[in-house]
C-alpha cells in the first residue's frame, strides 16, 4: 500500500509583478509555519512540465 503525494496547482498569471523563486519559498515557509508540514514547491511554465525533474524552477524543502 502506498501513500499519495497531495499535489496542488496554482494558476499565478496575475502575480507576473513578483519573483517567481522568492513566491515559491514564501509559499513554502507559510505552509511549514502554519501546519508543521515540510512541502516542495515547483513553478514552471504549465502542469505537465512540474513533473520533469528540475523543469523550471525546483525548490526542495530545506532544513533551516
Same mark, same amino acid.
Given at each position: 500500500?502506498?501513500?499519495?503525494?497531495?499535489?496542488?496547482?496554482?494558476?499565478?498569471?496575475?502575480?507576473?509583478? /513578483?519573483?517567481?523563486?522568492? $513566491?515559491?519559498?514564501?509559499?513554502?515557509? &507559510? @505552509?511549514?509555519?502554519?501546519?508543521?508540514?515540510?512541502?516542495?514547491?515547483?513553478?514552471?511554465?504549465?502542469?505537465? /512540465?512540474?513533473?520533469?525533474? $528540475?523543469?523550471?524552477?525546483?525548490?526542495? &524543502? @530545506?532544513?533551516?
Amino acid at each position: 500500500l502506498h501513500d499519495a503525494l497531495p499535489i496542488c496547482f496554482a494558476d499565478l498569471k496575475g502575480f507576473w509583478h /513578483l519573483d517567481p523563486l522568492q $513566491y515559491g519559498h514564501k509559499i513554502r515557509d &507559510t @505552509v511549514k509555519q502554519y501546519t508543521g508540514i515540510p512541502v516542495s514547491v515547483v513553478i514552471a511554465p504549465s502542469k505537465t /512540465l512540474t513533473f520533469q525533474p $528540475y523543469s523550471y524552477h525546483n525548490l526542495r &524543502t @530545506v532544513t533551516r
